[in-house]
């Protein structure tokens, strides 16, 4: 039978039924899984009863280390756990409906996006309480646009460029500091045999991370910031510019990058075939555990000298209390244990591929990569969130990643690009 | 009509007076039988529609209040959104490639098969296969055979020093994947035929072959037109196929980067966190009017030829 309309009802219905599916069934296997909580009844006074606890860390590491990590806040909590991307797709809907006391989320500005929707409810009390354990940068990525808090920083993950210490060591590689530098380095690599920088671009958000770095090295932080914000335009020059100096590496980095997965371009720098790969620390997630040591990294090299390596991009993952929280107090307790020292090395030592926001953690169980990182973020003096979490969600993932690829598809045609961002940002941005 | 308790005047026929017996409870059950579907069309396929229509003419994230732009959404799709156009060619692709190569493919598998050659039973079963697969096992089967560096594909042809993109360069992916999507087509398309085959009434070849017609006069004058009905309901699977074209660029690396899909970028602009619902809901306005095209062609063809 012919249905004119397939694809608007199957679209809608699609979304109506992953939201429900997606919420429903973890929230009913929670439920079930709830029963035999050890801690049940511990807590006790103001803050007591059961916390829902919304969580993304699907992947298994990350989860296992979650729940050990709750398992000891002294409350009866109830984990619904969502596969990572159907949470984030999802989350306006979830939000909307009946979300968790607390959830799991990303500070800047995907966290002010929805504190200002009025999603989220405020907790500047609890950082009133916890505010000295954290940096300024942090207590910034945690503010709304308001100036209040919604948001509890719980780990982050720096990005720099990652190498293997026994590939630099056996071809004499010096660490870059400038472009330059950078570049000479990766003529030498080309002119070894390995192909200089990996790259994978098929999830489409990877490349961001380059663009990101770039932007901030030649323009600064505030310019990144208010370019995302959409108060730049994309014909500027300066955003020319950073497009002009990616094509100058383009030719070292691995062709084909929009067909191949980050993690097919982290198998090539483990298989020692590519010199040096710009990510995330979650890189290490593919170093098997035998060659862990011998990843290292440094920060992306300095263009503009005014920037220096100044800012470091660092995604922030943590928790917002919903503004629908059936027990509020209870999950202004929880989040506050999770700010704590404790609960976050507790965490630590579950999920090392990232590093603890709270200045107080103890870093002496930290492996060599994680003591690194949490100098880099440390010594920065701005913390960026990643193009995707620092601009509207819209803004990046219809028009970002088209863009991006099609950038790498195609890295001459830079005036058209930008002229074609720039027509779509106006759209967005004025919606 | 009424239903009535009267005894029936002395006027009326018989006829009429069957008629008029309607109890209250054949009412009833004709209303129910007859209301539920109609609730549930209007409910879940009109309503839906509808308000898909309303919302492509207003601006709406899901959250704030919804705003109406008037013509807005279709004048930046069409000049300001560079994945629309791209995703209006793939799915015409799309659908020619389904109607010319792998609808014939699948009804020539159909023929071979019907002649009882040997291990048949394996090659139906084997050709039919794809079918039942889930589109997440698709998608993986593609990784396997198309990734660039690991592929099966690129080691069969001994690419590996230059080794071909066959889902990262957008000059090429389309293909790789209509290879995969016609792989399915195909035994979905045989079955049919093969159905329609086996209800064919062999007389109908015997008369043929005694007239003196060879086997491919046989099969063009005499068989394919005794299909007509596969034939219409094969047409119309491959339409909507084409149409609603979604799993498997999704599942291989979301219908971007060459991959785009009308489909994809309704999803893209409604599903996912961006929420442009009003944005999204015109392209899925545009492509109901597409689908409206042929399936207004369809009907005037089947009523015309009915009226005849």
């Given at each position: 039978m012919?249905?004119?309309?397939?694809?608007t009802?199957?679209?809608i219905?699609?979304?109506?039924?992953?939201?429900?599916a997606?919420?429903?069934?973890?929230?009913?296997?929670?439920?079930l899984a709830?029963?035999?909580?050890?801690?049940?009844?511990?807590?006790?006074?103001?803050g007591?009863?059961?916390?829902t606890?919304g969580s993304?860390?699907?992947?298994e590491?990350?989860?296992k280390?979650?729940?050990?990590?709750?398992?000891?806040?002294?409350q009866?909590?109830k984990i619904?756990?969502?596969d990572?991307?159907?949470?984030q797709?999802n989350?306006?809907?979830?939000?909307?409906?009946t979300?968790?006391?607390v959830?799991?989320?990303?500070a800047?500005?995907?966290?002010q996006?929805?504190?200002?929707?009025g999603?989220?409810?405020?907790?500047?009390d609890v950082w009133?309480?916890?505010g000295?354990?954290?940096?300024d940068?942090m207590?910034?990525?945690?503010?709304?646009?308001d100036g209040k808090?919604y948001?509890?920083?719980?780990y982050?993950y720096p990005?720099a460029v990652?190498?293997?210490?026994?590939?630099?060591?056996?071809k004499?590689y010096q660490?870059p500091?400038?472009?330059?530098?950078?570049?000479a380095?990766a003529a030498?690599?080309?002119?070894d045999?390995?192909t200089?920088?990996?790259?994978g671009n098929?999830?489409?958000?990877p490349a961001?991370?380059?663009f990101?770095?770039?932007?901030?090295r030649l323009n600064?932080?505030?310019?990144?910031?208010?370019l995302m914000?959409?108060?730049?335009?994309?014909?500027?020059?300066k955003?020319?510019q950073?497009?002009?100096?990616?094509?100058e590496?383009l030719?070292?980095?691995?062709?084909?990058?929009n067909?191949r997965t980050?993690?097919?371009?982290?198998?090539?720098?483990?298989?020692?075939q590519t010199?040096?790969?710009?990510l995330g620390?979650f890189?290490?997630?593919?170093?098997?555990?035998?060659?862990?040591?011998?990843?290292?990294?440094?920060?992306?090299p300095?263009?503009?000298?005014?920037?220096?390596?100044?800012s470091?991009?660092?995604p922030?993952?943590?928790?917002?209390?919903s503004?629908k929280?059936?027990n509020?107090?209870g999950a202004?307790?929880?989040?506050?244990y999770?700010a704590?020292?404790?609960?976050?090395n507790?965490?630590?030592?579950g999920?090392?591929?990232n590093?603890?926001?709270?200045k107080?953690?103890d870093t002496?169980g930290?492996?060599?990569?994680?003591?690194k990182?949490?100098?880099?973020v440390g010594?920065?003096?701005?913390?960026?969130?990643?193009?995707d979490?620092?601009?509207?969600?819209d803004f990046a993932?219809?028009?970002?990643?088209p863009s991006?690829?099609?950038f790498?598809n195609?890295?001459?045609?830079?005036?058209g690009?930008?002229?074609?961002?720039?027509?779509?940002?106006?759209?967005i941005?004025?919606s | 009509?009424t239903i009535?308790?009267?005894?029936?005047?002395p006027?009326?026929?018989p006829?009429?007076?069957?008629v008029i017996?309607f109890?209250?409870?054949?009412?009833a059950?004709?209303?129910?039988?007859l209301?539920?579907p109609v609730v549930l069309?209007?409910?879940?396929i009109w309503?839906?529609?509808l308000?898909?229509?309303?919302?492509?003419?207003t601006s709406?994230?899901g959250v704030t209040?919804?705003?109406p732009v008037?013509?807005?959404?279709?004048?930046n799709?069409?000049?300001n959104?560079?994945?629309?156009?791209?995703a209006?060619?793939h799915n015409l692709?799309?659908?020619?490639?389904?109607?010319?190569?792998?609808?014939?493919?699948?009804?020539f598998f159909?023929?071979?098969?019907d002649?009882?050659i040997?291990f048949s039973?394996?090659?139906q079963?084997?050709?039919?296969?794809?079918?039942?697969?889930?589109l997440?096992v698709i998608g993986f089967?593609?990784?396997?055979?198309?990734?660039?560096?690991?592929g099966?594909?690129?080691?069969?042809?001994?690419r590996?020093d230059?080794p071909i993109?066959?889902?990262?360069d957008p000059?090429?992916?389309l293909?790789?994947?209509?290879?995969?999507?016609?792989?399915r087509h195909?035994?979905?398309?045989?079955l049919?035929?093969?159905?329609?085959l086996?209800?064919?009434?062999?007389s109908?070849?015997e008369?043929?072959?005694?007239d003196?017609?060879n086997e491919?006069?046989t099969?063009?004058?005499?068989v394919?037109?005794?299909?007509?009905p596969v034939?219409?309901?094969?047409?119309?699977?491959?339409?909507i196929?084409?149409?609603r074209?979604?799993?498997?660029?999704y599942?291989?690396?979301?219908?971007?980067?060459g991959?785009?899909l009308?489909?994809?970028?309704?999803t893209?602009?409604?599903?996912?966190?961006?929420?442009?619902i009003?944005f999204g809901s015109?392209?899925?306005?545009?492509l109901?009017?597409?689908?409206?095209i042929?399936?207004?062609t369809?009907l005037?063809?089947v009523f015309?030829e009915?009226r005849?």
């Amino acid at each position: 039978m012919i249905t004119p309309d397939h694809p608007t009802r199957r679209t809608i219905l699609r979304g109506a039924g992953l939201g429900a599916a997606a919420f429903a069934v973890p929230a009913l296997s929670a439920a079930l899984a709830g029963c035999d909580k050890p801690d049940e009844g511990g807590s006790g006074g103001s803050g007591g009863g059961t916390v829902t606890f919304g969580s993304n860390y699907s992947d298994e590491v990350p989860k296992k280390a979650i729940a050990e990590v709750l398992a000891k806040s002294g409350q009866d909590v109830k984990i619904n756990t969502v596969d990572h991307n159907t949470f984030q797709e999802n989350i306006t809907r979830y939000l909307q409906a009946t979300p968790d006391d607390v959830f799991t989320w990303f500070a800047g500005y995907r966290m002010q996006f929805f504190a200002a929707q009025g999603f989220a409810t405020d907790i500047s009390d609890v950082w009133t309480e916890i505010g000295a354990d954290f940096s300024d940068a942090m207590k910034a990525a945690s503010t709304g646009e308001d100036g209040k808090q919604y948001f509890v920083p719980f780990y982050y993950y720096p990005w720099a460029v990652f190498y293997r210490k026994s590939v630099f060591e056996s071809k004499g590689y010096q660490i870059p500091k400038t472009w330059d530098e950078y570049k000479a380095l990766a003529a030498k690599m080309k002119a070894d045999g390995l192909t200089p920088i990996a790259l994978g671009n098929k999830d489409g958000w990877p490349a961001m991370g380059t663009f990101d770095y770039i932007n901030m090295r030649l323009n600064g932080y505030d310019f990144h910031v208010s370019l995302m914000a959409g108060k730049e335009s994309w014909e500027d020059p300066k955003v020319k510019q950073v497009f002009s100096l990616w094509q100058e590496i383009l030719p070292y980095c691995q062709s084909g990058a929009n067909g191949r997965t980050w993690q097919e371009a982290a198998q090539s720098l483990v298989a020692k075939q590519t010199g040096m790969y710009v990510l995330g620390m979650f890189v290490g997630q593919q170093f098997p555990a035998s060659d862990a040591a011998d990843l290292d990294y440094f920060p992306f090299p300095q263009i503009a000298e005014e920037h220096g390596q100044d800012s470091v991009e660092a995604p922030i993952d943590g928790f917002m209390v919903s503004a629908k929280a059936k027990n509020v107090d209870g999950a202004k307790k929880l989040v506050k244990y999770l700010a704590s020292p404790e609960a976050q090395n507790l965490y630590a030592k579950g999920d090392p591929n990232n590093v603890a926001t709270n200045k107080r953690a103890d870093t002496s169980g930290y492996s060599a990569l994680q003591k690194k990182a949490a100098e880099l973020v440390g010594s920065a003096k701005h913390i960026s969130q990643f193009l995707d979490r620092d601009t509207r969600p819209d803004f990046a993932s219809t028009v970002m990643i088209p863009s991006l690829q099609s950038f790498l598809n195609n890295p001459k045609d830079v005036d058209g690009l930008v002229k074609q961002i720039e027509g779509q940002k106006k759209t967005i941005f004025t919606s | 009509m009424t239903i009535t308790a009267r005894p029936p005047a002395p006027r009326t026929t018989p006829r009429r007076r069957r008629v008029i017996r309607f109890t209250p409870r054949d009412i009833a059950v004709i209303g129910l039988l007859l209301g539920i579907p109609v609730v549930l069309d209007v409910a879940l396929i009109w309503g839906p529609t509808l308000a898909s229509v309303a919302l492509s003419f207003t601006s709406w994230n899901g959250v704030t209040d919804i705003k109406p732009v008037g013509l807005d959404n279709y004048h930046n799709i069409v000049s300001n959104y560079p994945p629309f156009w791209p995703a209006v060619r793939h799915n015409l692709v799309w659908l020619l490639f389904l109607g010319v190569v792998a609808t014939p493919l699948g009804l020539f598998f159909a023929v071979l098969l019907d002649k009882q050659i040997r291990f048949s039973r394996f090659y139906q079963t084997a050709i039919y296969l794809p079918v039942v697969l889930s589109l997440a096992v698709i998608g993986f089967i593609a990784q396997l055979l198309y990734s660039r560096d690991y592929g099966a594909v690129n080691a069969a042809l001994g690419r590996t020093d230059n080794p071909i993109d066959w889902i990262g360069d957008p000059s090429i992916n389309l293909w790789s994947v209509l290879v995969l999507v016609g792989w399915r087509h195909v035994g979905y398309v045989m079955l049919l035929y093969l159905a329609g085959l086996k209800a064919v009434d062999p007389s109908l070849k015997e008369a043929a072959a005694i007239d003196g017609a060879n086997e491919a006069q046989t099969f063009f004058r005499v068989v394919f037109p005794a299909l007509r009905p596969v034939n219409i309901l094969i047409l119309v699977i491959t339409v909507i196929e084409a149409l609603r074209a979604f799993d498997v660029v999704y599942a291989i690396n979301r219908g971007r980067n060459g991959l785009e899909l009308l489909s994809v970028l309704i999803t893209d602009n409604i599903v996912g966190e961006a929420s442009r619902i009003g944005f999204g809901s015109a392209i899925a306005v545009i492509l109901l009017l597409i689908s409206l095209i042929f399936i207004v062609t369809y009907l005037l063809q089947v009523f015309r030829e009915d009226r005849a």
